[in-house]
């Protein structure tokens, strides 16, 4: 399995942006796909998922109401639209997939995910 973002890039605040991660090769079930950024001397956190299959969602509180992540099943890719931003948004934006079930506390532990893409710089001034 591959997983390839593509979107990011330079924004001015109150800006939007919509990211996309191509997943690719099926030699494993995916159970969930999450959105994770890493801010420079930050770890790295989740900012939203969604289990394969299922309509539900979850989101970090910071990014509640502004950030909206999709599903495109006969494109295979995943979205997030990114609204209303903020320069505490900057950050690399990675994809992440968990080929296992995981813990609804686990959705956004970085260790819990078996594959990852390479990320997509999201700037905002």
């Known amino acids: 399995v591959q997983l390839v973002e593509s979107g990011g890039g330079s924004v001015q605040a109150g800006g939007a942006l919509k990211l996309a991660c191509v997943v690719s090769?099926?030699?494993?079930?995916?159970?969930?796909i999450s959105w994770f950024r890493q801010r420079p001397g930050k770890e790295r956190e989740g900012v939203a998922g969604?289990?394969?299959?299922?309509?539900?969602?979850y989101y970090a509180d910071s990014v509640k109401g502004r950030f909206t992540i999709s599903w495109d099943n006969a494109k295979n890719t995943v979205y997030l639209q990114m609204n209303s931003l903020k320069p505490e948004d900057t950050a690399m934006y990675y994809c992440?997939?968990?080929?296992?079930?995981?813990?609804?506390?686990?959705?956004?532990?970085?260790?819990?995910?078996?594959?990852w893409g390479r990320g997509t710089q999201v700037t905002v001034s």
């Open positions: 992440a997939l968990a080929a296992s079930p995981i813990r609804v506390s686990d959705e956004f532990r970085p260790s819990a995910y078996n594959v």
């Open positions: 090769g099926y030699e494993w079930n995916y159970y969930c």
């Open positions: 969604f289990y394969v299959g299922d309509t539900g969602t």
